[in-house]
């Protein structure tokens, strides 16, 4: 959501669909999104530019659909400090 209140964005779904590795890089405001079918080689989704506090971070999922609940599983999440 790039704004309070905004809709959520999503991409073209990615070849090889789930399940997937997934990396959000955030540097200040500045957010990208990559995929990887191998947790080795990462291709870009997309970058927004989305003002926040420093202290925030966190996961989501979304079935875009408001009638279907989505769910995931993560694991090896990590905060690393850019």
């Known amino acids: 959501r790039p704004g309070t209140g905004a809709p959520s964005m999503s991409t073209t779904p990615r070849p090889g669909g789930a399940p997937a590795w997934v990396r959000l890089v955030r540097r200040v405001n500045t957010y ?8 080795v080689t990462w291709v870009a989704l997309g970058t927004v530019e989305i003002p926040m506090s420093p202290s925030v971070y966190g996961l989501a999922v979304t079935s875009h659909n408001a009638a279907a609940v989505a769910t995931a599983v993560f ?3 990590r905060r690393e400090i850019q």
């Open 32 to 39: 990208t999104g990559y995929t990887s079918t191998d947790g």
């Open 75 to 77: 694991d090896d999440v």
